[in-house]
């Protein structure tokens, strides 16, 4: 058996690379899932979308992703969920001249984004407590999705339009020929590939060595909490990154709210294979504490309604690892999305896409390669602003 390209991992961005694959008459394309579409990190991401980062690739790649999730319905036939209720950022006095230049390189590349500064950032939002905000930035088009919704729609439209998904099928082995690799190895046997795309997250790594192959991914343990609010009292009406309290805040409706721990933070290495699913205690009670100190109306008489933890795959420097590399034929990454994963997933599906149909992939985007370390040229700086 063999396919022009084998994409292992259905989370958003093997879902994206192979729907824009099949899309672009890429030929026979096969996407493998251990389980099924959103299975790992993805399906337990928060989903919060903003553009607010310190470099323009980020920034456009989240740009562009939000515009395909909003052209869902009409190009895959089924919404990814996604809702444009705006993102905000509380932003603290230490932070305030970075905001000032990422806000200035956004405007600059089409993103519609505010920074207001001063008591008047505040004025109006009466669910909050306006004590050690320097100013709040403002992104109308930012929000909240889906993360299984959207994972769903792109793999159904990968089915329609004449792609092979085989879900409980995991990939034991990447198979490998001196210089390339040739195809992997499942439960059913081998099955041989022109080109093998590891999307898998979490376990990118572990597969990647199964044929020596090098890939610097570290899995943490990342933990949300989802509170739910009583009574009237004024509530946040966007998607929220507090980097004054290290909290993200994202709107799940009916009065319901998930909530975890942002930038900074102590990350904690986990075995993809064997990680507790539940939230600490001290973590819960962390979060309440917090919650309770930024959002007081809304805290008062709030429900614990779930707790949970997930993974991430973080690179050394926090941007993914995406696109073939030099001197290994058959072969590219797509995995380290490093908690940003979801919300550029879509864009960088369709740029990685084109890049191995075609040969030619714009500059910026070709920075993302693992190459970028042997080269001695790593994002120095990580993803700006909060996080989470």
Request: net charge negative; charged share 20%.
């Amino acid at each position: 058996m063999r396919h022009d390209y084998i994409v292992v991992g259905a989370g958003i961005t093997g879902s994206s690379t192979a729907y824009h694959l099949v899309k672009g008459g890429a030929g026979s394309v096969l996407l493998l899932d251990r389980q099924g579409p959103a299975a790992g990190g993805t399906g337990k991401s928060a989903a919060i979308i903003r553009q607010h980062y310190s470099t323009p690739l980020a920034a456009r790649l989240t740009r562009d992703s939000i515009g395909m999730l909003g052209r869902m319905p009409d190009e895959l036939g089924a919404s990814g969920g996604f809702v444009a209720c705006g993102w905000r950022m509380l932003v603290p006095d230490s932070m305030a001249e970075g905001v000032r230049k990422n806000v200035a390189m956004q405007t600059s590349i089409g993103i519609r984004t505010t920074y207001v500064e001063g008591k008047a950032a505040t004025e109006g939002l009466d669910w909050l407590n306006p004590e050690g905000i320097a100013g709040i930035v403002h992104e109308p088009d930012g929000g909240y999705a889906d993360p299984v919704q959207a994972t769903e729609a792109y793999v159904q439209a990968f089915i329609r339009a004449g792609g092979t998904f085989s879900p409980k099928a995991p990939v034991r082995a990447l198979l490998r020929d001196g210089d390339r690799v040739t195809g992997v190895l499942t439960d059913e046997g081998t099955i041989e590939a022109g080109c093998v795309v590891n999307a898998s997250g979490p376990w990118a790594g572990l597969l990647a060595a199964s044929a020596g192959i090098d890939l610097p991914i570290r899995v943490i343990r990342e933990q949300d909490t989802v509170w739910g609010a009583r009574g009237d009292r004024p509530l946040p009406d966007t998607s929220i990154s507090n980097a004054v309290d290290a909290i993200y805040l994202r709107p799940l409706g009916d009065r319901r709210y998930i909530v975890g721990r942002g930038f900074p933070k102590d990350y904690f290495d986990a075995d993809p294979n064997n990680y507790k699913l539940t939230a600490d205690d001290d973590f819960i009670a962390d979060v309440r504490s917090r919650l309770e100190r930024r959002f007081p109306p809304m805290m008062q008489g709030a429900t614990l309604l779930d707790s949970y933890a997930a993974l991430y795959d973080v690179t050394p420097d926090w941007y993914p690892f995406i696109g073939p590399r030099k001197g290994l034929s058959g072969y590219a990454d797509a995995s380290g999305g490093s908690g940003h994963g979801f919300k550029i997933g879509p864009a960088i599906g369709a740029e990685l896409a084109a890049w191995l149909r075609t040969g030619e992939v714009r500059d910026d985007f070709r920075q993302l390669s693992h190459d970028r370390l042997a080269e001695g040229r790593p994002f120095i700086q990580a993803f700006g602003g909060n996080r989470g």
